[in-house]
């Protein structure tokens, strides 16, 4: 009998360890040599693809027929564009970063040379006793800056401390786990679920489980600017799903508590058979769940299918709220899904 709360338990302290570690789309050494480390604790086969992410081979007896699960690791961020003439930077958004979201956040600047310095995103002239038009300026890349924690006067002083365009900025993700079991965080897409690939090869491992087909998870570092999963399918796969945030919100059926069965997003409609086949088996083992219709989502697995891939494709993950901003999930999110991978694949 499998103890879901031990392998959800773990799956939420892993979410914790990734979402510290910084990784705007592009920036992933720091991850990915972690998840190479847990992965070889756990005895694991992984290894780093030529793009930057990483392969970990689960093992499976079926060669020709294999599993990909996808799960991405990047996150939203920004990147140094201008140094202004008061010291301060102007940001380029990563991937869907809004500005509106990432005023009033610490961050963390990442200098090419390796040093870091702390800063914080604010609206220029942020000052409400001072500016009379703080409620009526509109939120944009031009309208919200970074002021460096150090002391800086002018542009000179800013590019003494090694600052220059094409620096990362990296926002602080403020994770929480309460009492009664929500995840609160920026960054929950993805890590939430890589966490639970994780978990899942952990299960795998200590169960002594050997799935039917050959199972291979890829943790990818792109999927964020959109070409994540576009390479790097190993040979035999003939299914390739993305693990990744489940849609909540006004019009969809799933809550931070189940998980979610994408049907169809943006890019056209998954693979119907193994829809039906999720819900059959989240209907058979008592697992919750919803199936919903993203209106604006793009995930791992589309490019996988974009770069010419002959594979059947799908897309689950547990409930997130309020995505691509502070974002809710929960652990009974977790486990949903930790169960229904179980179920489809061993």
Sequence with gaps: MTDYNHYTDYAVEQAKKLLAIDSPSGYGRSVTEYLLREFAALGIPARRTVKGGVIADFGGRDDKNGILLEAHCDTLGGMVTEIKGNGRLKLTNIGGMKPANAEAENVRIITKGGAVYE???????????????????ERSWDTVEVLVDECVKTKEDTIKLGIMPGDYVCFEPRTRVTASGYIKSRFLDDKLSAAILLAYGKYLKEEKVVPERHVYAHFTIYEEVGHGGSASVPEGVTEAWSVDMGCVGDGLTCTEHEVSICAKDSGGPYNYDIVCRLVELAGEHGIGYAVDVYPHYGSDVETTLRSGHDIRHALIGPGVYA?????????????NTFRLLQAYIG
Excluded: F, I, M, W
């Design 119 to 137: 800063g914080v995103c604010q609206l220029v002239n942020a000052s409400v006793h001072v500016n009379g038009e703080y409620d009526r300026t």
């Design 323 to 335: 995505s691509h901003g502070y974002e809710r999930s929960h652990k009974d999110g977790v486990c």
